[in-house]
């Protein structure tokens, strides 16, 4: 797996160096700059990637909604607010160190989570199987960690409370609809098939009804249509109701075992770094993301 590379912990380390040693804006910059070839324009920020890379500086660590929307276990009560609690994912037990974690009252299979960034989730489709130490260990390194320093999305840095969740086990196969929202309004939906944490997903972009867009992500494998499933409208209208209170979210839901889960918020979706093509769609994306209130 690429987290457990020495290249990628040592990329890491060298990030958190350089959010301690350089300025948000600088580092922001420079991510964009190697990541998509491109000059980022703080001042005047036109494209979708821009005004990501300008709310996740400047607005969102301030938003309590943002923070409290990207904490993977804090979201919970916002959502059950909006009325989709039973759409939650339930919960076996929440703590805050693994070692108070009581293996022998959880079932044979669930996942582990924490709560203040992504792709800190261990899968457990068989506790017989579990290496505990070795899980513990990696847990506690999570807890220590500032997700928010690695690509300057410090909104996350603001979510102190780090705790471990173990969720349900919803199989191995799980697929993931995306709604991208613009100003409390659901635009489109990516899918992710056979969904384990977004790692070589098979994706694709639609719109609202179904319909292929002429968008794609090159670091994935593109699907060519997509089969709505009978509660598309469901998940739909809770997008609808989940995105009201910000300019920009991207509302995700699991679909598992023929029916849907709320998964989380996304504010910063690819850090503000998301490759487009055709590139196109990031100004048109821009034009649907109004700052002017903000700036």
């Not at 173990?166 to 991208?180: A, Q, V």
Request: aromatic share 14%; glycine share 6%; charged share 25%.
């Amino acid at each position: 797996m690429e987290r457990d590379s020495l290249l990628y912990k040592g990329r890491r380390k060298c990030q958190v160096l350089a959010h301690k040693l350089v300025s948000n804006e600088i580092m922001s910059k420079l991510y964009f700059k190697i990541v998509l070839h491109k000059k980022l324009n703080l001042k005047n920020p036109q494209t979708f990637n821009e005004k990501i890379q300008w709310l996740k500086l400047y607005h969102y660590p301030k938003n309590p909604l943002v923070v409290n929307g990207s904490d993977k276990y804090a979201v919970r009560e916002y959502i059950t607010e909006k009325g989709y609690g039973d759409k939650l994912v339930p919960v076996y037990g929440v703590w805050g160190k693994a070692k108070d974690i009581d293996w022998d009252k959880l079932p044979e299979q669930f996942v582990l989570k924490c709560n203040h960034g992504c792709a800190y989730n261990i899968i457990v489709s068989d506790k017989s199987k579990l290496d505990k130490v070795k899980t513990i260990k990696q847990l506690d390194d999570w807890l220590k960690e500032d997700f928010g320093a690695f690509n300057i999305e410090i909104h996350y840095s603001a979510i102190k409370n780090h705790v471990i969740t173990c969720e349900e086990f919803l199989g191995e196969r799980i697929t993931d609809y995306k709604f991208f929202c613009f100003s409390g309004k659901p635009y489109c939906i990516y899918v992710s098939a056979d969904l384990i944490h977004d790692r070589q997903a098979q994706i694709g972009f639609f719109y609202l009804d179904g319909k292929k867009m002429p968008l794609h992500r090159d670091d994935y494998t593109d699907i060519p249509k997509v089969t709505l499933p009978s509660f598309y409208d469901e998940m739909k209208e809770a997008a609808e109701v989940l995105c009201k209170d910000f300019l920009f979210v991207r509302v995700d839901f699991f679909v598992a075992n023929n029916t849907w889960y709320f998964a989380e918020l996304t504010f910063t979706p690819g850090a503000g770094m998301m490759p487009f093509n055709p590139e196109r769609y990031d100004l048109e994306w821009g034009n649907m993301l109004h700052l002017s209130d903000l700036i």
